[in-house]
């Protein structure tokens, strides 16, 4: 993927988010389920940074598959800054690569896997980080996006 793909994912008031008409740049970030410790981390770590991205003039979207309504209630639960879209079709996750095989406790399912990507104004893939380790990731998102 060297560009945003022309997907639609749905934003937490039900609209439909063309991720091309999204404004630039733009970093979207996939998680796998809301209210789960990493995943909650995450978004944590990317709304205390809010304003740094805006400053950056860079916007940020999160991704899951949950329904719009789980978000809303994610959202409110944590007061976070960023916004999260749903993916329930999944078309957003197969254009990214994100719907992979994943295992746990020797058990193998299909899963989101937690990616990032920051694409320039341009709509070009500037960055993008697979497999994140929640940790210091934000901060490393907006270092780079700092440096578009």
């Known amino acids: 993927m060297e560009t945003l793909p022309d997907v639609t994912v749905t934003a937490t008031d039900g609209t439909a988010l063309r ?3 999204q404004p630039l740049p733009l970093v979207v970030y996939f998680y796998p389920k809301d209210d789960t410790a990493g995943c909650t981390r995450e978004a944590q770590d990317f709304s205390a940074l ?29 007061e976070l800054a960023v916004p999260l879209a749903s993916d329930e079709d999944g078309a957003a996750c197969e254009a990214f690569g994100t719907w992979v095989e994943k295992s746990m406790y020797g058990r193998t399912y299909m899963g989101i896997e937690r990616a990032t990507f920051l694409f320039d104004g341009a709509r070009k893939v500037a960055r993008e980080w697979r497999k994140v380790k929640v940790a210091g990731h934000a901060a490393a998102v907006l270092e780079a996006a700092r440096q578009l």
Do not use: Q
């Not at 400053?55 to 994610?74: Q, R």
């Open 50 to 78: 809010a304003a740094d991205f805006a400053a950056a003039g860079v916007h940020v979207l999160g991704i899951s598959k949950d329904a719009p309504k789980k978000h809303e209630k994610f959202i409110a639960k944590y």
């Open 19 to 21: 991720l091309r008409d």
